[in-house]
């Protein structure tokens, strides 16, 4: 069982900055790929960014430049540095975590992001 914990949301004024990470329980290099979600209030969750195995990445459109994610294996952790943060930024934000073959997909239980104007 993998077992993914969010860390580092928070209330922040709009243009600041917030680190997000996400502890997995096991090796992430074991994942087909990692990825960070956000789901507003009364919205879908949709996918905000993606590192794969082999290191690339790939970001929704309202995010790029301004959202980097990163992993570090031999922590176990993957980030989202999230810098000029808007108010439609405001979500949860979930770790998700998917398998080789079986694209078994793990989820964390989702870390709060709130941006002020």
């Known amino acids: ?8 949301g928070g209330l922040v004024q709009a243009g600041g900055s917030l680190k997000l990470s996400c502890a997995a329980s096991g090796n992430i290099f074991g994942f087909k790929a990692m990825n960070w979600f956000r789901q507003a209030p009364g919205k879908q ?7 794969t195995n082999g290191g ?3 970001y929704a459109d309202s995010v790029k430049g301004r ?12 980030y989202l540095q999230m810098n000029s943060l808007a108010p439609e930024d405001t ?8 398998t080789f073959i079986t694209s078994t997909n793990y989820w964390g239980q989702g870390t709060q992001v709130t941006v002020s104007s």
């Open 1 to 8: 069982q993998v077992h993914l914990v969010e860390s580092g």
């Open 45 to 51: 969750r949709d996918l905000v960014a993606t590192i």
């Open 56 to 58: 690339s990445t790939n």
């Open 67 to 78: 959202f980097t994610i990163s992993r570090d294996n031999a922590k176990n952790t993957v």
């Open 91 to 98: 979500a949860v934000y979930y770790c998700n975590a998917v």
